[in-house]
């Protein structure tokens, strides 16, 4: 389990990327197979989210797993 700030991917720019700029947009993610995903079909690779969490030392290890 982890954070990852989006604020890094919003600054790209890209028909995907520009609704996710909107809050209300933003706040409508859900998973699809684990990876986080918005309507628009833009959605992050779980393997290369948990790469990047991991890389910034916000992975939490879960200690009854």
Do not use: C, K, Q
Request: no cysteine; hydrophobic share 45%.
């Amino acid at each position: 389990m982890g954070e990852y700030h989006f604020s890094d991917a919003l600054t790209e720019t890209g028909p995907m990327i520009e609704p996710l700029r909107d809050p209300a947009y933003f706040a409508r993610v859900f998973l699809e197979d684990a990876a986080p995903t918005w309507p628009n079909g833009y959605d992050m690779a779980p393997e290369w989210l948990r790469r990047e969490i991991e890389a910034a030392g916000a992975l939490v290890r879960n200690a009854a797993a």
